[in-house]
T-cell receptor, first 109, second 115 residues
C-alpha cells in the first residue's frame, strides 16, 4: 500500500482557508486518496475522496496533482470546530484503510 | 447517510474478564467490518477484518484468540476482548465500507479501561 506523508501540525486562523498537504509519491494508478478527520475521542469522520480529478463537496475540496503524487485538502472557511487530526489515506487494493500519523490542524480565533 | 452504531461507548472492566463490543450497520448491509485500536496520542491501527459468514483475518501481531471477532449477520459484527488486561485499555473503533465507490463509515468508538 502506498504510504502518505503529512506535516504533523498546522495552524489556521478562523475564517481563513486551511490547506492541508499530503504526499503519496508511491501511489498506483487505481488507488484512491481518502481524507478523514478525527476529533478527540471520536470515530473518524469522512471528508472527501478522489482518484484523479479534483473533487468538491459541502465540507471541502480535494486537489490532486496531475502526476497523483500529492494532494491538498482545502477547508475553504475554517471554523473552531474544524480543529482535529486530519488523515490522508491511500486505499490499498485490499480495500483496507491504513492510517498514518495525520496532521493536527488547530484553528485559532 | 450510512451509519455504523457502536456500543458501548465506554466500558470499565476488571482484569481477567471479557468485554464484547458491538457494531451494527444501520440502513445498509456490511459484508465487511474493519476493527481498529487506538492508543492515546497515536494513530488508528488496523487489528482485523471480518467478513460476514467467514473467519476474520488478523493483522500481524494481533492475537486472534484474545480478540475474538464474530460477523454472523450482514448488520452486526462483534469484537470480544477476552481475559482483558490493563495493557488492552484502548479506544476500539469499527468501520464498514459503504456504497459502490467504497466510502467508509466509522463507528463512534469504544473506550475500554481495564482495571
Amino acid at each position: 500500500d502506498a504510504k502518505t506523508t503529512q506535516p504533523p501540525s498546522m495552524d489556521c486562523a478562523e475564517g481563513r482557508a486551511a490547506n492541508l498537504p499530503c504526499n503519496h509519491s508511491t501511489i498506483s494508478g487505481n488507488e484512491y486518496v481518502y481524507w478523514y478527520r478525527q476529533i478527540h475521542s471520536q470515530g473518524p469522520q469522512y471528508i472527501i475522496h478522489g482518484l484523479k480529478n479534483n473533487e468538491t463537496n459541502e465540507m471541502a475540496s480535494l486537489i490532486i496533482t496531475e502526476d497523483r503524487k500529492s494532494s491538498t485538502l482545502i477547508l475553504p472557511h475554517a471554523t473552531l470546530r474544524d480543529t482535529a487530526v486530519y488523515y490522508c489515506i491511500v486505499r490499498g487494493s485490499n480495500y483496507k484503510l491504513t492510517f498514518g500519523k495525520g496532521t493536527l490542524l488547530t484553528v485559532n480565533p | 447517510g450510512a451509519v455504523v452504531s457502536q456500543h458501548p461507548s465506554r466500558v470499565i472492566c476488571k482484569s481477567g474478564t471479557s468485554v464484547k463490543i458491538e457494531c451494527r450497520s444501520l440502513d445498509f448491509q456490511a459484508t465487511t467490518m474493519f476493527w481498529y485500536r487506538q492508543f492515546p496520542k497515536q494513530s488508528l491501527m488496523l487489528m482485523a477484518t471480518s467478513n460476514e459468514g467467514s473467519k476474520a483475518t488478523y493483522e500481524q501481531g494481533v492475537e486472534k484468540d484474545k480478540f475474538l471477532i464474530n460477523h454472523a449477520s450482514l448488520t452486526l459484527s462483534t469484537l470480544t476482548v477476552t481475559s482483558a488486561h490493563p495493557e488492552d485499555s484502548s479506544f476500539y473503533i469499527c468501520s464498514a465500507p459503504t456504497g459502490p465507490d467504497y466510502g467508509y463509515t466509522f463507528g463512534s468508538g469504544t473506550r475500554l479501561t481495564v482495571v
